[in-house]
């Protein structure tokens, strides 16, 4: 089921965005194999298997890949797949007899996702790292913060998620796409960098423009506008706010029963400081409760801040099916949706390797034939 069903793939196991992209690729119908290494990689956390949900929908088998034996076994796989996805540091592949060139050897038609943080080249690209120093390289993660505090350190949506896994799936896909009318596989470098980077266009666009105030925090999209940001309530809840159009500005005023004139202009930079100290007492004054009952589903851009616990619960989350229970655990579905080839609901992942080669082999030997 869903609209990937019929696409093979290999991957060989990795942390963050590699897992990330082989999960939206499962999600969405690809039979994705797993090929784990003997000793997986101590991020320091442990839990139980069906908790690492990046880990959904597929099977996974344990090899020594520094075994001559356990890669010819890959490379079998590899003859009738569509797809190998690798997250090693430049190079590691190729010493283990796994690279392009062996691979695509094989099978002409592979489409060969490789992800890493810095890139297959440049002089950054053998270094270790993580979400937070590509994100610090591109630009964007010195833009994130309050006026006058540090650059606040975002969760690895922008990086490793955004920046590196979602590029990945859009990089294999056009490839894939593109084999079909040339039955020739290549390459995809997807880099967090480059990912990260693009994902900042529009802000790069407002730089150059003369736009945007490299000063964090003086910005209508970076907490400095009093329309865009978060405020907290009586009880300690917390709301967003975003009405950047003057038209939703004017509703939340008025739902607020605040003196448009005397808050100064919306686009007035002079006024914002005081604008938001007014905006902030009044949303103080009631529970965060009180202000969904009085601005929810209105045109004023607003929605409460929820915890990971409680977002699942929201009734726009709960209409919409944005999350599902699967073993117990509670997680996002996939996404987007699909009018036919509707996906199937996540399958969890497994707690050993429990994949027999041979047989998956023979089958996707036959698949292809």
Not at 133 to 153: F, M, V
Request: with cysteine; aromatic share 6%; charged share 20%.
């Amino acid at each position: 089921m869903g609209p990937l069903q019929g696409i093979r793939i290999v991957e060989l196991a990795g942390i963050g965005p590699g897992p990330m992209a082989c999960m939206l690729l499962a999600d969405l119908g690809a039979t994705v194999l797993r090929i784990d290494r003997t000793e997986a990689a101590d991020l320091g956390v442990k839990r139980p298997a069906k908790y690492n949900l990046l880990l959904r929908n597929r099977q996974c088998a344990m090899l020594d890949l520094k075994q001559p034996a356990a890669v010819e076994q890959v490379l079998e796989l590899v003859e009738n797949a569509d797809v190998l996805i690798e997250g090693f540091r430049p190079g590691v592949a190729e010493r283990l007899g796994l690279g392009p060139e062996p691979c695509l050897a094989r099978n002409a038609r592979l489409v060969y996702g490789r992800m890493t943080g810095w890139g297959q080249t440049g002089p950054l690209a053998h270094a270790a790292g993580h979400d937070v120093n590509y994100l610090a390289l591109t630009g964007a993660l010195n833009a994130i913060g309050r006026k006058d505090q540090a650059p606040s350190i975002p969760l690895a949506l922008a990086g490793d998620m955004g920046g590196g896994a979602l590029y990945l799936v859009m990089g294999v896909l056009a490839a894939l796409l593109e084999a079909r009318g040339s039955g020739k596989g290549q390459v995809v470098d997807a880099a967090i960098v480059d990912g990260a980077a693009s994902l900042a266009t529009s802000f790069y666009g407002l730089h150059a423009a003369g736009l945007w105030d490299e000063r964090r925090g003086t910005n209508i999209l970076d907490s400095g506008a009093p329309f865009y940001e978060v405020y907290e309530c009586q009880d300690g809840g917390w709301i967003s706010v975003g009405p950047i159009e003057a038209r939703f500005y004017a509703q939340l005023l008025q739902k607020l029963d605040l003196d448009a004139e005397a808050l100064g202009g919306q686009h007035d930079r002079s006024a914002w400081a005081q604008a938001k100290v007014q905006i902030a007492q009044r949303f103080k004054s009631r529970t965060r409760q009180q202000w969904c009952d009085l601005l929810e589903g209105s045109d004023v851009c607003f929605a409460p801040v929820l915890s990971f616990a409680e977002a699942p619960q929201h009734a726009h989350m709960k209409a919409r099916g944005t999350f599902v229970e699967v073993d117990g655990v509670v997680q996002p579905a996939p996404a987007p949706r699909f009018s036919r080839t509707v996906p199937a609901m996540p399958r969890p992942p497994r707690e050993l390797p429990d994949a027999d080669l041979a047989a998956i082999a023979a089958e996707w030997r036959a698949a292809r034939n």
